[in-house]
């Protein structure tokens, strides 16, 4: 099998090596992304912490035709608990297939995650939790993503009081880009992303971007909602959504939310 470029999805392609008509070189996901997805989902194990466990884990995977990781190892790690939430942080990540002259093939690639006590403690403060609350349980373990029609129950935003619904949320957080208002740019950002057991929010892919700012903005204030997951089976699921957030500039408010539950799923 070769080593090919694998395209991969807005949030995460923190380091994959990639090798292509012989052409050696390597592919990183920019920082402000990686940094987003790290403080919502990085959880360090408390004995590992407590002991100043450090370093590098480093995963080699493979995926098909279809972007699914049909296998992966630790190829360094740290320790057991620290290489066993390196892996459950790698599975929460969906991959876009590799290509080959445009055609998806199958491909590999080796990920790596950082884990430093004094930084994970800065992230720490900043999201404001240490081990990441559970909105809902039990939780169902397969990692299977559900469409909102497949649920008993469908996610629903966990908000302040002062927020009586996302549409106030959104009025409320929504910062509109300078740029944008400036140049008078509306238009419509459709996101889509999965809400994890836990609540949170994560593989937020772009399908229609709006310029200026807008789909930065959008993207920032989606990842400031908090979910009770979706529930199937009397289990909390993970469960793809779709958003879009309307800018334009004559409108008041800045931003309409509109949610959209026709799911067709990942």
């Excluded at 991969?8 to 997805?37: D, H, Y």
């Excluded at 208002?181 to 772009?206: H, Q, W, Y």
Aim: glycine share 6%; hydrophobic share 40%.
């Amino acid at each position: 099998m070769k080593r090919i470029s694998i395209r991969l999805p807005l949030l995460f392609s923190l380091m994959v090596f990639i090798t292509a008509a012989g052409i050696s070189q390597s592919t990183r996901m920019k920082k402000p992304e990686l940094k987003a997805f790290l403080q919502m989902h990085m959880e360090y194990p408390a004995a590992a912490l407590d002991r100043g466990e450090q370093g590098t884990v480093k995963i080699s995977f493979v995926t098909n035709e279809q972007g699914e990781v049909t296998s992966r190892k630790i190829t360094a790690g740290v320790s057991d608990k620290v290489d066993s939430a390196a892996l459950q942080l790698f599975d929460l990540i969906l991959w876009q297939p590799a290509e080959e002259y445009g055609v998806p093939v199958a491909g590999q690639g080796e990920f790596k995650i950082k884990y430093h006590p004094g930084k994970y403690h800065q992230m720490v403060r900043k999201r404001g939790y240490d081990r990441i609350p559970l909105a809902y349980e039990p939780a169902d373990r397969s990692g299977k993503i559900y469409t909102v029609k497949e649920l008993d129950e469908a996610p629903s935003a966990l908000l302040d009081t002062i927020y009586p619904d996302v549409s106030h949320f959104l009025a409320g957080n929504l910062v509109y880009p300078e740029q944008a208002d400036k140049l008078a740019i509306s238009g419509v950002v459709k996101l889509r992303f999965v809400i994890e057991t836990n609540g949170l929010p994560s593989n937020i892919m772009i399908i229609d971007p709006v310029g200026a700012g807008c789909t930065e903005e959008a993207i920032r204030v989606v990842e400031l909602i908090t979910w009770r997951p979706g529930i199937k089976d009397r289990k909390a699921v993970r469960t793809c959504y779709n958003m879009s957030i309307t800018f334009d500039p004559a409108d008041e408010l800045r931003n309409k939310y509109i949610p959209n539950q026709t799911n067709t799923g990942i």
